[in-house]
DNA sequence: TGATTCTTGTGAACATTTTCACATTGATTC
DNA sequence: GAATCAATGTGAAAATGTTCACAAGAATCA
């Protein structure tokens, strides 16, 4: 039963599916059959009880004595996150970051496909990019929509990418994951993830910075 | 004062200032001398009461009935982030994501800065890549100390991603960044951050496949 | 100089998240 | 088929993180 209505979903209980289900990915290709959250929780280094809370707020998906169906629980995961399905992408922005991330395995692994590239150089206009070709942006608005696109995927340079992201929120996209470093303004009804790569950089700056101070590593 | 010495500091703390750093930034380009909490917490799409409370935890930088100096602040926030100074970094993997971050200015611009390339294949090995040229894995070791390297970004397959965290542990780098999806192990001892893109994609999912349940999409 | 205004810094209240602990339940063994 | 074992699911406690509310300090103005 993956439905469970009422309560509220922690935003890191969600980070921790994908965690989970990554864990039972790997669970799945060595040959498990079933799992215990203790197990579950070693592998994704959290502990236990957090792994069987996590799993309480979308249903009960264990057997007391036995564990949790590796299998099953990994599809239940993917349709809670709603990863049981393809998403159609398109990628704003074919520079550095934009066509790595085009030929990114992991993506397309989850269902996430990268099915159209804009960009507003002339000179990449039209030209084929890992066998998509890079479109003008300024026809995005009915190409996205031929193409069925719910999400976008920003990697333009910051100074345009709030013109980008307005103009992709103008033809109705509800969810956008930014890679520009700068912080962007959506409506409320529109769903924005940043990829903060110097971030990441900063955090570890800072533990290296205070190791003395901080006794526990504790990522 | 940046001194302030016990309290234990939140993980999400640190990256609501790296947040804030950014939005000094914009600040300080625009011309401004102080800046309330009010109007640092509305750029950061924070509360002022987190605001202050946050930047309470290092010490007070502000003046009643006035703000906060903004050139200051800055310089106090890299000063407590470790970024008043440059960090080196070695690179492993020169893929498309690897490639990518080479040129990533971002990086560069917040003193991060990648000095040496490595990769196991031959065809790659030796020639140059924006300036830096590849070296073989093989001989990191030696590379990395002469280069006096401390971090280390993982761009390589998730398949042998661990071998080679396992060897850069083994000559003592404290700190890594890692783009490949998967868990990582390391000692206690090693900094360990994950830059999960795959990850961001499915929150996003998930808050799309949710959407009427959720009254805030809150992030 | 005194009154007024503004905004910080902070203890305390509140809210959320994590951990604990154990009763419950299903599988397995003898 | 009763006894034993294992591990879930879940209230409740503990810990952690966020917001509130206001006293206190600093600048400005009259």
């Known amino acids: 039963m993956t439905a469970k209505p009422k309560k509220r979903i922690p935003e890191s209980a969600i980070r921790r599916l994908s965690l989970y289900l990554r864990v039972l990915l790997v669970l799945e290709k060595e040959g498990a059959d079933t799992v215990s959250s203790k197990e579950l929780a070693y592998r994704a280094k959290r502990t236990s009880a957090q792994v069987r809370q996590d799993l309480a707020l979308f249903g009960s ?27 159609r992408m398109g990628l704003f922005g074919v520079g550095n970051i934009g066509s790595a991330l085009v030929s990114y395995k992991e993506f397309s692994r989850q269902g996430f496909q990268i099915v159209k590239l804009f960009d507003n150089d002339q000179r990449k206009i039209g030209s084929n990019h890992k066998g998509i070709v890079i479109s003008d942006i300024q026809n995005m608005e009915q190409e996205m929509k031929e ?57 570890l700056s800072f533990a290296m910075v205070n190791k003395h101070t901080e006794k526990k590593p504790k990522f």
Chains 1, 2 share one sequence.
Request: charged letters at 20%.
């Open 61 to 87: 998906f264990g057997t007391r004595g036995l564990g949790y169906p590796v299998r099953e629980l990994r599809a239940q995961i993917a349709a809670i996150l709603g990863i049981d399905r393809v998403w």
């Open 147 to 203: 193409a069925g696109i719910e999400m976008a995927i920003i990697a333009v340079p910051a100074t345009v990418a709030q013109y980008i992201v307005d103009d992709v929120v103008a033809i109705g996209i509800k969810a956008i994951l930014n890679f520009a470093p700068i912080n962007l303004k959506v409506p409320d009804d529109v769903y924005l993830r940043n990829e903060n790569m110097a971030m990441e950089l900063e955090y």
